[in-house]
């Protein structure tokens, strides 16, 4: 199983939707955050070596 607690951190662009983008901004998301969690969850299932 991965582990990405205590991973150091590296700078990346992305585009996202601009509408989304303000929403999100306006509400105080932190974007960092959320997309690492999200990008963890997407990755997690397809480290397991049965995973095709």
């Not at 990405?4 to 999100?24: G, Y």
Request: hydrophobic share 40%.
């Amino acid at each position: 199983m991965l582990n990405f607690e205590n991973a150091a951190n590296e700078a990346t662009n992305l585009s996202l939707n601009v509408k989304v983008l303000e929403v999100a901004r306006g509400l105080g998301t932190n974007l960092s955050q959320t997309v690492d969690a999200l990008l963890a969850d997407e990755v997690t299932p397809h480290s397991h070596p049965l995973h095709p």
